[in-house]
């Protein structure tokens, strides 16, 4: 069965620390794999989208990685801010251009 | 970027009665949508995949007949939960994509309520 799972469920982090973010996924055929984050009340913005071939990718302060051998996915954030406080999502595109969705990690950033 | 906007972003009403959202893509044409339903601390869960011009398709477990989609045309989308009862609380976001494209854009989210 396709899945995507994210650990940890809740992080809290001091504002300035970093912290990462992980998702594991059994999808295969595999198309790409995006992070998204999404505030309280507001529909998911893209923060990264990676190919089966990209190894790592960056958007501002938050670097994503994939290894598509063993099927993991790193989201990194870089000097935390008060403002990355949401939940942040992995989503796994089939190769049907279905999307599977991880149940998210909330992050909370204390100042 | 594209962006695509739901409206309303939240409405309370009595149970039995209808509630129509829209989904409309504001700066490009979207041959499909895709509407979802998020309760809390959960993830989105996909309901339906609508085409412009054709039959929505439904997810396992998702009553057609309950959740009428309307894709009518490239830019718009509706959704309709007919004869509300309080478990349709939840917050319904839809998504759109191009002709051709894989990336798929999310609009804010509309949040149900039903009392």
């Known amino acids: 069965k396709n899945q995507v799972e994210q650990s940890p469920q809740s992080l809290i982090i001091l504002e300035g620390k970093n912290c990462t973010l992980q998702?594991?996924?059994?999808?295969?055929?595999?198309?790409?794999l995006r992070w998204y984050k999404q505030d309280t009340g507001r529909g998911p913005v893209s923060l990264t989208i990676?190919?089966?071939?990209?190894n790592t990718k960056s958007n501002g302060r938050y670097t994503a990685t994939l290894d598509a051998d063993t099927k993991q996915s790193s989201l990194h954030i870089t000097a935390s801010q008060l403002s990355d406080s949401a939940s942040y999502i992995c989503?796994?595109?089939?190769?049907?251009?279905?999307?599977?969705f991880g149940s998210g990690t909330r992050l909370l950033v204390r100042p | 970027g594209a962006v695509v906007s739901q409206h309303p972003s939240r409405v309370i009403c009595k149970s039995g009665t209808s509630v129509k959202i829209e989904c409309r893509s504001l700066d490009f044409q979207a041959t499909t949508m895709f509407w979802y339903r998020q309760f809390p601390k959960q993830s989105l869960m996909l309901m339906a995949t609508?085409?412009?011009?054709?039959?929505?398709?439904?997810e396992q477990g998702v009553e057609k007949d309950k959740f009428l989609i309307n894709h009518a045309s490239l830019t718009l989308s509706t959704l309709t939960v007919t004869s509300a009862h309080p478990e349709d609380s939840s917050f319904y976001i839809c998504?759109?994509?191009?002709?051709?494209?894989?990336?798929?854009?999310f609009g804010q989210g509309t949040r149900l309520t039903v009392v």
């Open positions: 609508s085409n412009e011009g054709s039959k929505a398709t439904y």
């Open positions: 998702c594991n996924y059994t999808v295969s055929p595999f198309s790409n």
């Open positions: 989503v796994v595109m089939d190769s049907s251009y279905k999307l599977i």
């Open positions: 998504s759109a994509r191009k002709q051709g494209a894989t990336e798929a854009f």
């Open positions: 990676m190919t089966f071939s990209e």
